[in-house]
């Protein structure tokens, strides 16, 4: 290659350039005609390369649960780099590992007592179905391969993640995917549910619909069935009352092992530690992410009861239990996030404040209600969703456009999924700031 064809290489793909960078969940053509920049955050708000503030309506991608750049979290994590930058965990080691764990087994619900740590919630996810796999493996229940999700669920990007969730746009394009997959019914219904605060009174019923997959398949063929106590990427569908105690009954009764995705729902965004603790029901798998470094190093894994774990510590002391893991399981940086965040979330009390602002961010929400463009609103603990009356012949347009117009001309931060707008502020907003989202989202809402 000559000099001049690398000098045009090197100006097609300058640093100012937005085409190298291939962004995901994104129309890229789109966002890179008007991009949406974010250069800093700072507590409750980013601030764009010009220096406007824009509140964050979202905890990022409800990660950030914690609110933005706090001290305690940013100096651990420099101290870390500085002391341990990398250590591997296959074969060995380094301390906090281990004090992480442990403080995740005692916030997890009694009897979830063991972590394995992985860098997101999709390898989260992916890790919890291969371990229900390998526990009837090893237990002599080999025939049980079968996985089931549910439909509307997401549960991450990998694989596992994708055959066992049920929302279509993320499956369509990859083949196949696992074979021995069915699904749950997904529990919105609009009819009897519209504008529900906290958990539906009608839907608990539909957990029976595992009976019925369970008929279908033989129990001998189930290994797990995976679900979000709150599915809160398809639009913030909270878990209808009693669904979660049933499909726990019924999982018992088949030998069927629980799975609970927490990578949203954990650390503080329902107004408790997990999901779990909030609505008394302990699966025998649960995944986080997200939440436990509130965003700032990525991290996620699962919590397995003593009964799955005992189950592989068998054979000669040298021979390894459960072949999986990841190069980066336990970063020593990611370790010092999840310490330092766990303590700015029990010394702030955040999962408490979410509890205790909860009735007040419902009332905001549904202040929303009567607006010509609404079509529903759903809000549980620090989350809610709006749904929109689609364009004719255009879905998912309008809630663009809604994003869009939030973020370049309101100064505020929401996400959307097709015509659902879905808000899950910091749980460090303040009422204050919860009346300004939703006032400042009902003055865009009555521009449609």
Known sequence: MSAADDLARSEALSPNDLGAFWMPFTPNRSFKKNPRLIARAKDMY??????????DGTAGLWCCNAGHAREPIVKAIQRQA???????????????????????????????????????????????????LAYHNVTGNGSRTRLIGRERGYHGVGFGGISVGGIVTNRKHYGGLLGGVDHLPHTYDREKQAFTIGEPEWGGHLADELERIVALHDASTIAAVIV???AGSTGVLPAPKGYL???????DKHGILLIFDEVITAFGRLGYATAAERYGVTPDIMTFAKGVTSGTVPMGGVIVSDRIHDAFMKGPDHAIELFHGYTYTAHPLAVA?????LEVYRGEGLFERAREFEAHFAEAAMSLKGLPVVADIRVVGLAAAVDLHPRQGAPGALGYEVMERAFHHHDIMVRVTADTIALSPPLIVKPSEIDALFETLKRLLGEF
């Open 46 to 55: 980013y601030y764009t390369p010009d220096g406007r503030a824009v509140m």
């Open 82 to 132: 500085a002391d341990l930058d990398f250590a591997p965990t296959f074969q060995f080691a380094h301390p906090q590992a281990f004090t992480l764990a442990t403080e995740l087994a005692l916030m997890a619900p009694e009897g979830l007592e063991h972590v394995f740590f992985a860098n997101s919630g999709s390898e989260g996810v992916d890790t919890a179905l291969k371990i229900a």
């Open 228 to 230: 979000e106590p709150m």
């Open 245 to 251: 105690k049933r499909l726990r009954e019924i999982c």
């Open 337 to 341: 996030a999840g310490l330092a965040t």
